[in-house]
């Protein structure tokens, strides 16, 4: 299995541009979860997706965010407009079904947003 | 974040032991967890503890967890080089994965 794909790694761009961050779960995975993390507040959730259905955005920091999640496979992380204070990493992770058991999260390597 | 506190620092000599300290505030997780961030990469799970466990051992690591005081802990024996990362303790609330702000590892020679 390839783990959670995230896409770019690395991204650098100006502020007020737009920036489009993307996932692929793992396969048979039904939740899906973004965070950002960074020094001074360390790993924050985002939003979380389960069967696709966004569940709770209350950590998304403003209008300027927004996520999608079209299918099982696919989620994407928009910024726009993109602001200096939102340089961080970014992290897509997913579990797999079921609410007993471990719940472990899958997490993706990342992408570091630079906006200058 | 602010439901599972670590400290922030740790730094030991290769061959010693590492303690890492975690207490958190929602004691519904049925599972407790480690996780390890090397640098440039995602977090890993390193080791879990279940809820009704007071020990779990696993190879150099050791995790103990004191439910009434609400402190869990990983134990890393003769830490190497290679252990210096960061590590997270999170705990489930919910569906909410928290986790608290890491502790990063430094293992000198």
């Known amino acids: 299995d390839a783990g959670v794909i995230q896409s770019p790694r690395h991204e650098v761009t100006e502020m007020g541009q737009e920036v489009t961050l993307r996932c692929k779960p793992i396969?048979?995975?039904?939740?899906l979860f973004w965070y950002r993390q960074t020094m001074m507040r360390g790993l924050e959730l985002l939003i979380y997706?389960?069967?696709?259905?966004?569940?709770?955005d209350s950590g998304m920091p403003e209008d300027r965010f927004s996520a999608k999640m079209p299918n099982a496979s696919f989620s994407t992380l928009k910024i726009q407009p993109s602001e200096p204070r939102d340089s961080a990493v970014y992290f897509c992770?997913?579990?797999?079904?079921?609410?007993?058991?471990?719940?472990?999260?899958?997490f993706g390597p990342g992408t570091r947003l630079t906006v200058l | 974040g602010e439901d599972v506190e670590q400290s922030l620092f740790l730094s030991v000599r290769e061959g010693d032991s590492s303690v890492i300290n975690c207490t958190y505030t929602?004691?519904?997780?049925?599972?407790l967890y480690w996780y390890k961030q090397e640098p440039g990469a995602g977090l890993q799970l390193l080791t879990y503890?279940?809820?009704?466990?007071d020990m779990k051992q696993d190879q150099r690591l050791t995790v103990l967890l004191n439910k009434k005081d609400k402190h869990l802990s990983l134990r890393i024996a003769d830490t190497q080089t290679g252990d210096s990362a960061i590590y997270f303790c999170?705990?489930?609330?919910?569906?909410?994965?928290?986790f608290g702000k890491g502790t990063s590892l430094l293992v000198t020679p």
């Open positions: 992770a997913s579990s797999p079904p079921g609410t007993s058991g471990r719940r472990e999260q899958f």
């Open positions: 999170a705990v489930y609330s919910g569906y909410a994965l928290n």
């Open positions: 997706f389960n069967n696709n259905v966004p569940i709770d």
């Open positions: 503890i279940f809820s009704n466990m």
């Open positions: 929602d004691s519904s997780s049925t599972y």
């Open positions: 396969s048979g995975h039904n939740s």
